[in-house]
T-cell receptor
Framework: QKEVEQNSGPLSVPEGAIASLNCTYS??????FFWYRQYSGKSPELIMF????GDKEDGRFTAQLNKASQYVSLLIRDSQPSDSATYLC???????????FGTGTRLTVIP | DADVTQTPRNRITKTGKRIMLECSQT?????MYWYRQDPGLGLRLIYY???????NKGEISDGYSVSRQAQAKFSLSLESAIPNQTALYFC?????????????FGPGTRLTVL
């Protein structure tokens, strides 16, 4: 079982819509979760991280964490074509000193 | 200037050759990482280092070695390159703050082994 799993997509949404990206994790001891955006051929860029249950908002982005359900999500409001990218979810692991990444969800925002 | 740099950015080599990928950072972070990324497999950790004297194997270290020459420099070597090491390689750095490690990635090196 993978430590962090994401729907591989692809996910397509029209411009201006809300894009919802989801991630589940297997280690109940995981504390911190990260969302990265990666454009094709480029390096991952940090969008935000979350470690408390509930919602965390940063501009058009909202991360949601539900530790009881072992579920992390990223909402992108007012999606723009420039949001078209692959989104990577990552989480830490109990007793480990590094992050484990999901395989990513490819998002396309259609103008 | 970029905080995390990688050289070379692209490299084509032949099976059996030894190559080195280099990573430098100006972020002042103690922790550095090497990942490879393959389509459909995501990012996989090769090696990581928490300081100059602390180097650890990651998920897929076989066929690779590393050297932490200084706090700011972390090199990845392929002693005898093989075609299935063709991938996109990323270096990352992090600093542990309030129990959270946030990783920042370099621009990547695209390696092709023929």
């Amino acid at each position: 079982q993978k430590e962090v799993e994401q729907n591989s997509g692809p996910l397509s949404v029209p411009e201006g819509a809300i894009a919802s990206l989801n991630c589940t994790y297997s280690d109940r001891g995981s504390q911190s979760f990260f969302w990265y955006r990666q454009y094709s051929g480029k390096s991952p860029e940090l969008i935000m991280f979350i470690y408390s249950n509930g919602d965390k908002e940063d501009g058009r982005f909202t991360a949601q964490l539900n530790k009881a359900s072992q579920y992390v999500s990223l909402l992108i409001r007012d999606s723009q074509p420039s949001d078209s990218a692959t989104y990577l979810c990552a989480g830490d692991q109990t007793g480990a000193n590094n992050l484990f990444f999901g395989t990513g969800t490819r998002l396309t925002v259609i103008p | 200037d970029a905080d995390v740099t990688q050289t070379p950015r692209n490299r084509i080599t032949k099976t059996g050759k030894r190559i080195m990928l280099e990573c430098s950072q100006t972020k002042g972070h103690d922790r550095m990482y090497w990942y490879r990324q393959d389509p459909g497999l995501g990012l996989r950790l090769i090696y990581y280092s928490f300081d100059v004297k602390d180097i650890n194997k990651g998920e897929i270290s076989d066929g690779y070695s590393v050297s932490r020459q200084a706090q700011a420099k972390f090199s990845l070597s392929l002693e005898s390159a093989i075609p299935n090491q063709t991938a996109l390689y990323f270096c990352a750095t992090s600093d542990r703050v309030d129990g959270t490690d946030t990783q920042y990635f370099g621009p990547g090196t695209r390696l092709t082994v023929l």
